[in-house]
């Protein structure tokens, strides 16, 4: 009987282990990039409340407000474009949430999704800075 209940404790705490949410501070400023060969490496440069977004490939720098939900979901809006022209709707009330799903080292896996599309997406933020 010990034995069983000491089994149970276990697996209930490994469990409750297991969803822990991973130490996502080390992602809330900095310099990160995301992308690929076929969208382009976005750099994102985020301190504080504001995220600046550069993808060379498509020429566009975009400006947004970032309000922190918990320490691993964070909401980027009121998209301004600073330099070139994104074929991305800029409607005010567009929202893109970012939720880290898994981190390692200076790698973190982000689920996006937001307001204006069905699409959720998993991408790959590298922290350079």
Not at 52 to 65: I, R, S, V
Not at 80 to 85: R, Y
Request: glycine share 6%; with cysteine.
């Amino acid at each position: 009987m010990k034995n069983l209940s000491l089994l149970i404790v276990l697996l209930i705490t490994g469990m409750a282990s297991a969803q822990k949410k991973p130490d996502c501070k080390n992602f809330h400023d900095g310099t990160f990039e995301i992308g690929d060969a076929e969208t382009g490496v976005s750099v994102i440069e985020r301190k504080g409340n504001i995220q600046t977004e550069t993808n060379a490939k498509h020429g566009y720098k975009a400006q947004y407000d970032v309000v922190w939900i918990d320490e691993c979901t964070y909401v980027v809006k009121n998209r301004k474009v600073l330099e070139g022209q994104n074929a991305m709707a800029s409607d005010p009330k567009n929202e893109v949430k970012v939720e880290f799903i898994a981190v390692d080292g200076n790698k973190a896996t982000a689920r996006l999704s937001s307001n204006f599309a069905d699409a959720v997406f998993e991408v790959e933020m590298v922290k350079t800075k």
